[in-house]
């Protein structure tokens, strides 16, 4: 399987361990598949006997010819092991007939990004073997918050890789900013900037195609490489759960093999969502997939109207990870529904005016699988108490508005078919505004805030978040949103 840019100006093909390794294409688009793998019903008839590291290994197969099946069954076993994964790697839990929550969270971060950050690293270690490179990779990461986290987690210690996080200075909550902060390992470096999360991607990709910092880089005997969703190695492993998911509900019974299932994402950079289609596409039984967002309702107006209009306020709420307004991802649907000439003329219309409007055919075929719904911060907090009340099930924040884009869905279409809800982070990394959505206000400091939502919920506190306040703080730096480049050769001396 080779790789080409979404934007295929130079007809570059590379291999699964180059794009790991590199990233971003040369052209500033991002890499896909050249064709999709496809998913038969007798393979998905031997997943469903397999465990989660099994299924992991088979679908990252079909993508990543050029790696093992020996090497991704070892890579899968040790990223999804249980004694990271101590809920199991993705549960699947029914809350009634229709809706099931799909909890991607149960990983050392709390979060879903560990889904495919605890796999990354390892594909990317391989990866400079197979390239034979003998460089440094340093990851630069902007972070909404969570996907910092993870990537530290799952970049500490590693050999031959160093990795510098950027996250918006107050466009975090108190527990991922801790989380961050007090980070362990010899290879890490986090830095808040004054900006919000767009800036600090922004700032990313600068830097990225700076030549002038490349070629510095490379006299220090080093070169960059990504871990945000941009990089196809954290996407492959998203499309999994869906699978895996399926398969779950084939062996409760939910479902029989080809009958359809309907999946709702909490969207941001639109990643996670971009898997779940990839899965469709390569033949797994899904009808409708519905795209929540926030009051960032960005995505929710491009499918209503076909229009992608990033001139408008940009709000602050409650899901951090999902204050967005640039969803780098979105790039490749538009590649699968428009074509590499199109996707260059609409991605340049977005930087130059910040704005675009795909053609009908475009907009055709993007609504023959797509529908968007938002939740405001009132929405969100109503729906936080309707499930606990309902369900007795503690949602958090983003889970929440994706509860609540399902429901509008149901309600709007009467489409009853079995709705798998990503649930994206435990509700104890945004405790303050869960606990505050259930039963006013919360304590004034957030850590008490775990505290009292373990009491009034009678839920653990999961693992990862456990003396977070005893911690030590390790990184203080706040830097503009210009200067991270000069934080970054700071941080490699
Ligand atoms: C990153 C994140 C999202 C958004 O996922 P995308 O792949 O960026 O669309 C949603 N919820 C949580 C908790 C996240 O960390």
Wanted: glycine letters at 6%.
């Amino acid at each position: 399987m080779k790789f080409q840019s979404t934007r295929d100006l130079d007809g570059e093909k590379l291999s699964a361990a180059q794009i790991i390794k590199q990233g971003l294409a040369a052209d500033g688009g991002l890499f896909v598949p050249e064709s999709i793998p496809t998913l038969t019903s007798e393979e998905i008839e031997a997943l469903r006997k397999v465990d989660y590291p099994t299924r992991a290994a088979k679908i990252l197969g079909k993508f990543l010819t050029d790696y093992t099946e020996e090497e991704l069954l070892a890579d899968c076993r040790a990223a999804y092991a249980k004694t990271s994964f101590v809920g199991g790697a993705a549960p699947l839990v029914a809350l009634d007939e229709t809706l099931h929550s799909l909890e991607l969270w149960h990983g050392p971060t709390a979060a879903f990004k560990d889904m495919a950050l605890q796999i990354m690293p390892r594909l990317l270690s391989r990866a400079l073997v197979k390239t034979g490179e003998e460089r440094t990779a340093l990851i630069l990461v902007a972070t909404s918050g969570d996907t910092g986290k993870a990537a530290l987690e799952g970049y500490k210690d590693i050999d031959r890789i160093k990795i510098a996080v950027f996250y918006p200075v107050d466009g975090v909550s108190r527990v991922q900013k801790l989380q961050m902060q007090t980070q362990t390992g010899d290879n890490v470096y986090v830095c808040a900037i004054n900006g919000n999360f767009d800036d600090a991607q922004t700032g990313v990709k600068r830097i990225f195609s700076d030549k002038g910092a490349a070629d510095l880089l490379n006299e220090k005997g080093y070169f960059f490489s990504s871990a945000n969703s941009i990089n196809w190695g954290r996407l492959a492993p998203q499309i999994v759960y869906y699978v895996s998911a399926y398969c779950d509900l084939l062996n409760k019974g939910t479902l029989k093999m080809g009958e359809k299932m309907n999946v709702t994402v909490p969207t941001g950079n639109f990643g996670n969502i971009f898997a779940a289609y990839l899965a469709k596409l390569m033949g797994l039984p899904i009808d409708r997939l519905v795209c929540a967002s926030n009051k960032n309702n960005i995505l929710t107006d491009f499918l209503n109207t076909g229009t992608y209009d990033r001139n408008r306020q940009f709000h602050l709420t409650m899901s951090p990870s999902m204050d967005i307004l640039i969803s780098s991802n979105l790039e490749r649907l538009i590649y699968f529904t428009a074509g590499a000439e199109r996707t260059a003329q609409y991605m340049k219309s977005l930087s130059e005016t910040g704005a675009y409007t795909v053609d009908p055919d475009v907009k055709q075929a993007i609504d023959a699988s797509f529908c968007g719904f938002f939740a405001d911060e009132e929405t969100t907090a109503k729906t936080i108490r309707a499930f606990m009340e309902r369900y007795h099930y503690l949602a958090d924040t983003h889970t929440a508005v994706a509860l609540s884009a399902a429901e509008q869905y149901i309600e709007k279409t009467g489409d009853r078919k079995p709705m798998v809800v990503a649930s994206t982070a435990s509700p104890y990394k945004f405790a303050s505004d869960v606990y505050t959505s259930l039963y006013d206000k919360a304590p004034a400091d957030p850590l008490a805030a775990l505290d009292a939502l373990s009491a009034k919920t009678a839920t653990e506190i999961p693992y990862p978040l456990r003396g977070i306040g005893e911690r030590k703080v390790r990184f203080t730096d706040v830097v503009p949103a210009a200067d991270m480049w000069e934080a970054v050769k700071k941080y490699l001396g």
